[in-house]
Structure formats: structure tokens, C-alpha cells
T-cell receptor, first 111, second 114 residues
């Protein structure tokens, strides 16, 4: 069965902290994505990666960076967390045009 | 104009009703069309997908794509309270270097009442 695992379901961090969100998939998928989801705005793409050590900016990359050192792992980094980064963060992976599979999400609160 | 437009609802129907959920899109390069279901506080779950124009049926669910009018539909027959969720359409453009990234509508919230 397809599995995308995000390291935390809930996180509370302070303004200015460096935050790491980890995502692991066990399906040998080439593509991995980070989205954030906010009420009324839907899912917005932050970054994606179509190969190890490759990354592409999505629609809202400002304030974020990513790392993909291994095929199965894609990390999202908030360099200096701010309150406007309070959101639900969703990781996904996909293979070709067959749709993406999502993790359960990390609800991040920055105080 | 957003690339994918979807009525946010909420849409409330009685149990057993036929539900029609719709999206429009603007990018003619979209080739695959996904539907996701998302329960509250959960990640989206891939429900079904179609390639190009046409219909696809899976149990009580039917996905329909009309590329000429850039219109996507999801029909749910004999709706159940367990179908209460937010439904997101997500067309996909494939291509070199594109990473097969999905573009999401904002989702339609559906409530099926007893």
C-alpha cells in the first residue's frame, strides 16, 4: 500500500526558529511536493522535486527551502519561522501522470 | 483568473441523492484530471483520475472531462453520510522538467445528511 509519512502531525514553534518538516515515501516515486493549505486559498505549491538533489520553486517559495538528498526523503525548511507561516503543510509524491499521494499533513503553529 | 476554478460550497444534499461537483480550468495543456477527497484534518486522498476527455466510472463515482469546454465533473450516486468531505479537482500537465505538478481547485465542501 502507498505510504507517505510526515514526521509530525502537530508542531508549535516560536517566531524566528528554524523549522524542519520531514517527509518520507516508500513507493520509489520520482516526484515529491510540498504544499500548504489555508482556508479559502486551497492547496498552494511551495516546492517540488523530480529527482534527487533537484528542486523547483512552486507558486509560493518565499521563506522556505527544501532538501532532497535521497529519493525517498524530501524536507521542507522554514529558515526563520513567522506567524504568517502558520498553516497545514502537506507532502505528496507521484510517479508520472498517475496522481499524487499525500501524507496526513503537519499542522504548524508559529507563535 | 485562477487556473482552476471550483465552487467552494458548502453543498448540502440528502442521503441517496446524486451529487454533481464541477471545476473549470484555463490551461489547455492539462492532460490528466484528478479528483481528491479530503476529510477534516486529514491529507487529500486520491479518488480517481482520467486521461484526456471522456468518462471513467468507479463504483458510485463517475469522473467526466470535456476538454473542449475545459470542464471537469465528478458525480456521486446514492450519496452516503460517509461521502461528507471536501472534494478537490486537480488537473495535471506533464512534460519535461515539469515535475508532473498538480494544480488544485480550492475544493467543494459536501455534506450528505441523513
Amino acid at each position: 500500500d502507498v505510504k507517505v509519512t510526515q514526521s509530525s502531525r502537530y508542531l508549535v514553534k516560536r517566531t524566528g526558529e528554524k523549522v524542519f518538516l520531514e517527509c518520507v515515501q516508500d513507493m520509489d516515486h520520482e516526484n515529491m511536493f510540498w504544499y500548504r493549505q489555508d482556508p479559502g486559498l486551497g492547496l498552494r505549491l511551495i516546492y517540488f522535486s523530480y529527482d534527487v538533489k533537484m528542486k523547483e520553486k512552486g507558486d509560493i517559495p518565499e521563506g522556505y527551502s527544501v532538501s532532497r538528498e535521497k529519493k525517498e526523503r524530501f524536507s521542507l525548511i522554514l529558515e526563520s519561522a513567522s506567524t504568517n507561516q502558520t498553516s497545514m503543510y502537506l507532502c505528496a509524491s507521484s510517479l508520472g501522470g498517475q496522481g499524487a499521494f499525500f501524507g496526513q499533513g503537519t499542522r504548524l503553529t508559529v507563535v | 483568473q485562477k487556473e482552476v476554478e471550483q465552487d467552494p460550497g458548502p453543498l448540502s444534499v440528502p442521503e441517496g441523492a446524486i451529487v454533481s461537483l464541477n471545476c473549470t480550468y484555463s490551461n489547455s495543456a492539462f492532460q490528466y484530471f484528478m479528483w481528491y477527497r479530503q476529510y477534516s484534518r486529514k491529507g487529500p486522498e486520491l479518488l480517481m483520475y482520467t486521461y484526456s476527455s471522456g468518462n471513467k466510472e468507479d463504483g458510485r463515482f463517475t469522473a467526466q472531462v470535456d476538454k473542449s469546454s475545459k470542464y471537469i465533473s465528478l458525480f456521486i450516486r446514492d450519496s452516503q453520510p460517509s461521502d461528507s468531505a471536501t472534494y478537490l479537482c486537480a488537473p495535471l500537465e506533464t512534460g519535461a522538467g515539469g515535475g508532473n505538478k498538480l494544480t488544485f481547485g480550492t475544493g467543494t465542501q459536501l455534506k450528505v445528511e441523513l
